[in-house]
T-cell receptor, first 112, second 114 residues
Framework: GENVEQHPSTLSVQEGDSAVIKCTYSDSASNYFPWYKQELGKRPQLIIDIRSNVGEKKDQRIAVTLNKTAKHFSLHITETQPEDSAVYFC???????????FGTGTQLKVEL | KAGVTQTPRYLIKTRGQQVTLSCSPISGHRSVSWYQQTPGQGLQFLFE???????NKGNFPGRFSGRQFSNSRSEMNVSTLELGDSALYLC?????????????FGPGTRLTVL
């Protein structure tokens, strides 16, 4: 089955800096890669996703890149703000439904 | 449009008991997935139901089961509860247009097993 590794487990940045979170996956059949943000005590919410036929996707301050050959995908947050502080999860889906295999999460802390 | 709802929000049970959790998806969503979230194991996929059929299954023992009704509402059941079953159980619904897509999570049911 699919295995997703996520690094780093914690990340502390200064407000206005950029943050990068990296994930690797094992199953070359995976074709959908979402990123979820979970604030303390709240439900995970999708912030951006990318499909295997696209190499990069951007939405305002957030971007995701995918390298299918290396089986890597990364989340980039620019101009970080205190409200970006949360746990971020990457995930991969092998298709044939909506089964998501999640990474272990990254606790992002944006300091003033 | 109302979001995904889960009942109950909190539950306390003792070892050996069984529990049933309920999930109501967003109107029009036909896929419901269940996840277990713990500090140690993170978010782990339990199973997915689509059109009243289990479409995907994770690596959990047979004590964990689920079902989906004709209105897409879903329930999951855990029998013979163990201490390690204490977790936040999240369900997520998806429109399912033929390819994996955004899953909308419910608030979760916090299960504590004593």
């Amino acid at each position: 089955g699919e295995n997703v590794e996520q690094h780093p487990s914690t990340l502390s940045v200064q407000e206005g800096d950029s943050a990068v979170i990296k994930c690797t996956y094992s199953d070359s059949a995976s074709n959908y890669f979402p990123w979820y943000k979970q604030e303390l005590g709240k439900r995970p919410q999708l912030i951006i996703d990318i499909r295997s036929n696209v190499g990069e996707k951007k939405d305002q301050r957030i971007a995701v890149t995918l390298n299918k050959t290396a089986k890597h995908f990364s989340l980039h947050i620019t101009e970080t703000q205190p409200e970006d502080s949360a746990v971020y999860f990457c995930a991969a889906s092998e298709g044939g439904g909506n089964k998501l295999t999640f990474g272990t999460g990254t606790q992002l802390k944006v300091e003033l | 449009k109302a979001g995904v709802t889960q009942t109950p929000r909190y539950l306390i049970k003792t070892r050996g008991q069984q529990v049933t959790l309920s999930c109501s998806p967003i109107s029009g969503h036909r896929s419901v997935s269940w996840y277990q979230q713990t500090p140690g194991q993170g978010l782990q996929f339990l199973f997915e139901y689509f059109s009243e059929t289990q479409r995907n299954k994770g690596n959990f023992p047979g004590r964990f089961s689920g079902r989906q009704f004709s209105n897409s509402r879903s329930e999951m059941n855990v029998s013979t509860l163990e201490l390690g079953d204490s977790a936040l159980y999240l369900c997520a619904s998806s429109l399912d247009s033929g390819a994996p897509g955004e899953q909308f999570f419910g608030p979760g049911t916090r299960l504590t097993v004593l």
